[in-house]
């Protein structure tokens, strides 16, 4: 089923009457009781209070995957699971290498970046992964928690800094392991694409020993191993050939192999192949004469994890336990990158007597050769006799915490000290030195001896070893904390009713030691940046909660958290959410809070090199350069501010759920996050557009010398080439999201033969505003792709005895063909679309033995095809790369040993 954008509008619609239609229908439902009334009533914390409780719906709205959803999911890794919500959106899958945090995953909520959201392990946060997104955002790699340990996921949508402090403005995940589990159990993941490639092998063995209640004491181990070969270009139809014009896109074919081609800059010509291309002869996109070239390439890397943890409890009396809970993960992630490259810069080709040179055509302007003496060139063309380069990125991770927990008086207790750190490694060979590259091939363009001869086609070693390197990136990250907390469900009755109570005090150290190769701090890797940061803090914190219940039917959270930082001073936020029952079939709940997002480590300390695609309007629109034409990719200097204040929030969201019968729920659920004092550098595009028009502009920009012979050629350009852009980073403005979450589910018997189970989940967004500039109110960046309106996963399962059959569709909407609908510049292509992407997936589950459970799936099972964006910032595909490559096959198994 695909659905189109008015059709989701539709369905909300429809919904909304379908619960205002269900209100009446409970009033003729009120004999249907359900069987969990008559279960042993028994309190659990759940995520977003520190306060026991029987319910798992409360003020607030909370999403749980359980160990059966989460084997019943067919994923392998945390981020697949994740990746299948709709209200997740991931940030890295582990698969880019034109990251900074390359080898990591992430995940958001609300559309924000993944700093807003806060990742908890068992309730407690987790150290950073060392290197940052964009070389700000702080964030938890979820590839270091292995997803054979992890027994349920709890996702908490809303705001939340009134509970656990900064990060959770968005939103908390807090990832639940399992306890007093005796007994063995092994399980086993094996799959591949459909073409053979990115084939996918995870075996785990869980064992707990000893009983709480019987022994006094268990203990809880879990070993997990994880690899994943990289998927293969050639494998795959619409990748093999790197030409994506057939999908609106530019011809990536690599034009600067076998043998590259050259271009004059002091006349202003098109590029000239170099003789003797190994490819196709053909014109670029900039009308560049170039030689086309499409050898196969890895799309992912090869991932390896391995991974330990354990949980120790030992109980003191019936009351009191000590816990001990300790893990170790180590992933790799190898990149195979492109041939090392030579700089763009230009060349003097003043007293050559490189035999090369003679082989160009004529020049347009009546030059021998297509050359005047001393006319400057620029060489495309990269060291391929040298063979790929390859990028290890290996993250270590180890975290360990202890305490004891028990009841004092009435109060249930808990004292811990936990200690987290990543320490991260990034080794990349073959990089090349950019003053020793540009120094050989200059020589090699001169004639002289020794130097690197682009006008051979195998240069010898002695030529280009001497300007190859080996860059190694180190970062630590550490995370220490300490934590005291009290709770009780009845501190004192009101009106007849219990009122809950919890407490508590924290204190932690981060820290971050980030620290990039030396080259490439000096920047003397060619096409490379750094980033580098060494900075720490100290937090303390109290915070408080009330459960309340201010009458029969209605439930009360009050809470207020004070923090302490020591870099820029405290923050305050309070809480405060209703939870209204009018009767058991309908509960209607609202909350308000403020929140805040304490400046990360690199926004305060970091000092970075980058590069940014930019569309360059000045000099396109004179030159006849559209769309994808007019990508450039200028070095950007990004530098860490010590000034900066914290983000801070107002959160608020009203919701109803609905239960009119025992096998129909509902809920739907609006949001509005109010973001203010955002951190955020420059926006690089708003910076170039508006370089002669906001006084201070055209200093952030750096070009190249003005080319009169190409300015005589194309009348209205006056600007040379844009080479560079310096973007500190600010508390920029405001950010502005509101939506809705839908979530629907039903079961109804089909005689003796079954059980069928649907559900629906669909997150809409309503609203995603945020200012560009200092002072600047929020413009709306919703229906992008960074942004859709809407995304949608329709379960439908049918259950028999111990066997279920299970399709799912995941859809996201259609969108504009640009990243940022405010860059209207573009708006040719801005104001065509992307359609609706739907892809269904297959899932099997049986017991063909008693203690066996096998899971047999089929991701993106109809094959379906690419999504492909084509504006001049965004030439790539949509999808995730594993919709991507089509079709993919798995197979997971979990046995009990007796």
Not at 408 to 425: F, H, P, R, V
Not at 603 to 621: F, K, L, M, N, Q
């Amino acid at each position: 089923m695909i659905f189109q954008e008015k059709k989701s509008v539709h369905a909300v619609k429809i919904a909304l009457s379908v619960m205002a239609g269900s209100i009446f229908i409970v009033s003729q439902a009120q004999a249907q009781q359900t069987d969990a009334a008559n279960d042993k009533i028994q309190r659990v914390v759940v995520t977003g209070s520190n306060i026991s409780r029987v319910d798992m719906e409360g003020p607030t709205p909370i999403e749980v995957v359980k160990r059966a959803d989460i084997a019943k999911s067919g994923a392998s890794t945390v981020i697949e699971l994740l990746s299948k919500l709709p209200s997740i959106s991931v940030a890295l899958d582990g698969n880019s290498s034109s990251t900074f945090a390359s080898g990591a995953s992430s995940a958001a909520l609300r559309g924000l970046d993944s700093k807003y959201t806060l990742i908890l392990l068992n309730g407690r946060r987790l150290a950073n992964y060392g290197f940052a997104i964009g070389a700000e955002n702080s964030f938890v790699d979820l590839n270091s928690l292995p997803l054979s340990a992890i027994e349920s996921v709890e996702i908490l949508r809303d705001g939340a800094s009134a509970i656990y402090g900064s990060d959770a403005v968005a939103g908390v995940i807090n990832f639940k392991t399992r306890t007093n589990y005796q007994g063995v159990e092994g399980t086993a993941n094996i799959g591949a694409n459909q073409k053979g490639d990115g084939q996918t092998g995870n075996v785990s063995l869980t064992s707990g020993w000893g009983d709480l209640e019987q022994d006094g004491r268990n203990l809880l181990l879990t070993l997990d191993l994880y690899r994943r070969n990289p998927l293969v270009s050639n494998k795959h139809s619409n990748l093999a050939a790197h030409d994506f014009r057939k999908f609106g896109g530019s011809d990536n074919r690599r034009t600067n192999e076998y043998m590259g081609w050259i271009r004059n800059q002091s006349s202003g010509d098109k590029g000239y192949v170099i003789p003797g291309c190994q490819g196709t002869v053909g014109v670029s996109s900039t009308g560049d004469n170039v030689c086309f070239t499409n050898p196969a390439s890895n799309l992912t890397p090869r991932q390896e994890r391995a991974g330990i943890s354990t949980i120790f409890t030992q109980r003191l009396n019936s009351s009191d336990e000590l816990f001990v809970e300790a893990a170790y993960t180590q992933n790799s992630s190898t990149f195979i990158g492109n041939p090392p490259n030579f700089s763009s810069a230009n060349y003097r080709t003043a007293g050559s007597t490189n035999p090369g040179l003679a082989t160009l055509p004529d020049g347009s302007d009546g030059s021998v050769n297509g050359f005047m003496p001393g006319d400057l060139v620029q060489v495309f063309r990269s060291v391929y006799e040298a063979g790929n380069r390859t990028s290890k990125v290996t993250s270590k991770t180890a975290r360990v915490v202890g305490g004891w927990r028990g009841t004092l008086g009435k109060w249930d207790s808990e004292g811990a000290i936990s200690l987290n750190q990543n320490k991260l490694s990034d080794d990349a060979d073959k990089q090349s030195l950019l003053d020793k590259s540009t120094a050989a091939l200059q020589a090699g363009l001169l004639g002289k001896a020794g130097g690197y001869d682009p006008f051979v086609l195998n240069n010898p070693e002695s030529a280009y070893l001497p300007f190859l390197t080996t860059t190694s990136h180190r970062s630590t990250s550490k995370l220490s904390s300490a934590e005291w907390k009290m709770s009780t469900p009845e501190l004192f009755s009101l009106a007849g009713e219990p009122v809950g109570f919890a407490w508590g005090l924290q204190g932690s150290h981060e820290s971050i030691d980030d620290v990039a190769d030396p080259q490439m701090t000096a920047g003397n890797i060619v096409n490379f940046g750094a980033t580098s940061s060494k900075a720490s803090r100290t937090v303390y914190s109290i915070y408080g909660e009330l459960n309340v219940p201010i009458a029969k039917q209605v439930e009360m959270q009050l809470a207020l958290r004070g923090d302490h930082y020591s870099d820029f001073g405290n923050s305050y936020n309070p809480k405060v959410a209703l939870a209204w029952r009018p009767n058991q079939q309908v509960m209607l709940r609202g909350s308000a809070t403020t929140s805040f997002k304490a400046p990360t480590l690199p926004e305060i300390a970091s000092t970075t090199t980058a590069y940014s695609t930019v569309a360059d309007w000045a000099r396109c629109g004179p030159l006849g350069y559209t769309g994808v034409q007019c990508s450039y990719s200028p070095k950007v200097y990004l530098s860490g501010n010590p000034d900066l204040k914290a983000e801070k929030a107002k959160n608020f969201s009203l919701g109803i759920v609905l239960q009119p019968i025992k096998d129909l729920s509902a809920s739907l659920d609006w949001y509005s996050v109010r973001q203010k004092d955002t951190i955020q550098t420059l926006d690089a595009q708003y910076v170039l557009d508006h370089e002669d028009t906001i006084p201070g502009f055209a200093a952030l920009i750096g070009r190249d010398p003005r080319n009169p012979a190409l300015e005589a050629a194309n009348p209205g350009l006056n600007k040379g080439r844009i080479k560079d852009m310096t973007l500190p980073f600010q508390n920029v403005g405001k950010t502005n999201v509101a939506g809705l979450d839908l979530d629907v589910k039903y079961s109804f018997k089909v005689g003796e033969y079954g059980t069928v189970k649907l559900r629906e989940s669909n997150s809409y967004n309503l609203k995603y505003e945020q200012s560009i500039a200092p002072g600047s109110e929020p413009t709306d960046r919703l229906d992008g792709i960074n942004h859709p309106k809407w995304s949608n996963t329709l379960r439908i399962g049918f259950e028999r005895n111990d066997k279920e059959v299970a399709l799912t569709a995941r859809t996201r909407s259609s969108t504009k063909n640009i990243d940022d609908p405010t860059k209207l510049q573009d708006a040719a292509i801005t104001n065509k679309r992307i359609g609706a992407f739907t892809a269904w997936d297959m899932n099997v589950n049986f017991k063909p033995v008693k203690d066996l459970d096998v899971s047999f799936g089929v991701n993106n099972m109809f094959d379906k095809g690419t999504v492909y964006a084509n504006s001049a910032y965004v030439d790539t595909y949509v999808n995730a790369m594993n919709d991507i490559v089509g079709r993919y096959i798995y197979l997971n198994a979990r046995y009990k040993f007796k």
